[in-house]
């Protein structure tokens, strides 16, 4: 397990490297072309080599990062049933987005996220879906799960609450996307959000409801008994890539949409981080639950010089 645990930092720690540096070649190196052409040949192959792989490499990093942890945190059920459907219902919105504009609008993506499936929809896209998703699902989970109000409700909660912090990236990160120097994708009917339908949000938020809905019917319905400790990483994921998403969105001027993901995303999400219960008071639920459990004598054996006597 700490094979397991190492892994799954470094993992996270290349996540944000990658991040880290396609913000850099996208909003400083780019822009100053003489930087490029003072690189010697190899450095122009590898800039070159690095420009248009890095959101691969972001994403599948990002993907397996959360994946490990998933299934060392929650187990291998919990891990395959939110990923698997998450991953396929975000892909068949995707397809149905690119080839009929619904349930986002009308948009299709260009070159710089990997191979496209259909020649529609890059493979790492389904994969963000999952990753982010499941960060944003768990918070929401594990921070109602203390709540004093029906199971029912609280499940309700994670999902709705999910999708929320979910569209949140989307606020700060289809603006900048869609409309920087080097754009992955394009939007062919313009809305009224800088650039963006609003459908395209009600399709982000009701893709994220339908998958993350699918996982918890597959999920045990008691709740995630997380400690803070434990969200730590889900946290650092979402908010590295709500990170990443301003300074692209703060670099091309999207104030607005900018302070609409802090605002429904950033916030809540640390919020949510709080309202977690803490690894001490775990431990002691866990102690006063077994407490107050009955001591059941199945069968005791009592010997002495004479007959044995058994007290059932």
């Given at each position: 397990?700490?094979?397991?645990?190492?892994?799954?930092?470094?993992?996270?720690?290349?996540?944000?490297?990658?991040?880290?540096?396609?913000?850099?070649?996208?909003?400083?190196?780019?822009?100053?072309?003489e930087?490029?052409?003072?690189?010697?040949?190899?450095?122009?192959?590898?800039?070159?080599?690095?420009?248009?792989?890095g959101?691969?490499?972001?994403m599948?990093?990002?993907?397996?990062?959360?994946?490990?942890?998933?299934?060392?945190?929650?187990?291998?059920?919990?891990?395959?049933?939110?990923?698997?459907?998450?991953?396929?219902?975000?892909?068949?919105?995707?397809?149905?987005?690119?080839?009929?504009?619904?349930?986002?609008?009308?948009?299709?993506?260009?070159?710089?996220?990997?191979?496209?499936?259909?020649?529609?929809?890059?493979f790492?896209?389904?994969?963000?879906w999952?990753?982010?998703?499941?960060?944003?699902?768990?918070?929401?989970?594990s921070?109602?799960?203390?709540?004093?109000?029906?199971?029912?409700?609280?499940?309700?909660?994670?999902?709705?609450?999910?999708?929320?912090?979910?569209?949140?990236?989307?606020?700060?990160?289809?603006?900048?996307?869609?409309?920087?120097?080097?754009?992955?994708?394009?939007w062919?009917?313009?809305?009224?959000?800088?650039?963006?339908?609003?459908?395209?949000?009600?399709?982000?938020?009701?893709?994220?409801?339908?998958?993350?809905?699918?996982?918890?019917?597959?999920?045990?319905?008691?709740?995630?008994?997380?400690?803070?400790?434990?969200?730590?990483?889900?946290?650092?994921?979402?908010?590295?890539?709500?990170?990443?998403?301003?300074?692209?969105?703060?670099?091309?001027?999207?104030?607005?949409?900018?302070?609409?993901?802090?605002?429904?995303?950033?916030?809540?999400?640390?919020?949510?981080?709080?309202?977690?219960?803490?690894?001490?008071?775990?431990?002691?639920?866990?102690?006063?639950?077994?407490?107050d459990?009955?001591?059941?004598?199945?069968?005791?054996?009592?010997?002495s010089?004479?007959?044995?006597?058994?007290?059932?």
């Amino acid at each position: 397990m700490k094979k397991l645990v190492t892994i799954e930092r470094s993992l996270l720690i290349g996540h944000i490297a990658s991040m880290v540096f396609g913000l850099a070649g996208l909003l400083w190196v780019l822009p100053h072309a003489e930087f490029i052409l003072d690189l010697s040949p190899f450095g122009q192959k590898a800039f070159t080599w690095s420009m248009a792989n890095g959101g691969v490499s972001y994403m599948l990093l990002g993907t397996a990062a959360i994946a490990i942890y998933a299934y060392r945190q929650l187990g291998t059920k919990p891990w395959l049933t939110f990923m698997i459907p998450a991953i396929a219902i975000s892909l068949s919105s995707e397809l149905l987005g690119t080839s009929t504009g619904f349930p986002f609008g009308h948009y299709r993506y260009l070159s710089g996220l990997g191979y496209k499936i259909a020649d529609l929809v890059p493979f790492t896209i389904p994969l963000s879906w999952f990753y982010l998703g499941f960060a944003a699902y768990l918070l929401a989970r594990s921070g109602l799960s203390g709540l004093a109000v029906p199971n029912g409700l609280r499940l309700l909660g994670a999902i709705v609450f999910g999708s929320i912090l979910l569209t949140s990236w989307d606020f700060i990160l289809d603006p900048a996307m869609s409309q920087t120097s080097i754009p992955f994708w394009v939007w062919e009917q313009p809305g009224a959000f800088f650039g963006m339908p609003y459908q395209n949000f009600v399709g982000w938020l009701g893709t994220g409801a339908v998958f993350m809905t699918v996982a918890t019917l597959f999920w045990d319905k008691r709740p995630i008994a997380l400690s803070r400790s434990q969200l730590i990483f889900p946290l650092t994921v979402y908010l590295a890539n709500l990170g990443f998403a301003l300074v692209m969105s703060a670099s091309s001027g999207f104030w607005i949409p900018a302070t609409l993901g802090i605002l429904t995303g950033a916030i809540p999400a640390i919020a949510f981080f709080s309202m977690a219960k803490s690894q001490a008071q775990i431990a002691n639920e866990e102690r006063e639950a077994n407490s107050d459990r009955p001591f059941i004598v199945t069968e005791v054996q009592l010997t002495s010089n004479k007959d044995p006597l058994t007290v059932k």
